[in-house]
């Protein structure tokens, strides 16, 4: 049988392993999900696709920073590096807690690589309050330049001491 021989076109011949492995097995190996492998696929423009890997960082050390410009704690991070398109889903999450009365904890996030782009407080993770919140902030960021890119927490407080622990990072890059 040669390579324009479809298996629906054989009469009275036995169907092997190899008829198998190469008009279905092969044939699998070409969708969406035999291409994502553990990543997902995304269209990048027509009859283009690409396989994208989400990214998940952790620190559970509790640290604390009375900076009120964005910087990194005694632990730096979390980070995640993965290849992005020109946007990707961000969610940011802590315990968080600060020492003074209306006074806010910031966890921001710095984006360096491909990408330049400094912590924001209209894209970040805020508490205000004296008793420890747990919670979690996502946003999707716009003004990504394709390539590989690391996204890394900041912090900061408008004032007093803010301690963070249970520190979490996701990036799942997308368009």
């Known amino acids: 049988m040669d390579c ?92 968080a807690r600060n020492n003074t009365a209306d006074e806010d904890c910031f966890m921001g996030v710095d984006v360096s690589g491909a990408t330049t782009l400094s912590p924001s407080n209209v894209t970040c993770y805020i508490v205000r309050n004296e008793t420890r919140i747990q919670a979690t902030y996502a946003w999707v960021e716009s003004g990504l330049t394709a390539g590989s890119n690391t996204f890394k927490a900041e912090y900061r407080v408008s004032g007093g001491t803010g301690t963070w622990s249970s520190r979490g990072l996701t990036v799942i890059p997308s368009n």
């Open 4 to 95: 324009t021989t479809h298996m629906g076109d054989l009469t009275s011949e036995v169907v092997t392993a190899s008829h198998m492995n190469t008009h279905v097995r092969d044939n699998l190996l070409e969708t969406a999900p035999g291409k994502a492998g553990l990543g997902f696929v995304l269209g990048t423009a027509s009859n283009t696709i690409a396989v994208r890997q989400p990214g998940y960082a952790r620190i559970n050390t509790s640290e604390t920073t009375a900076s009120t410009s964005y910087g990194n704690l005694a632990t730096t991070g979390p980070s995640v590096t993965t290849t992005t398109n020109t946007a990707a889903i961000i969610i940011v999450g802590a315990a």
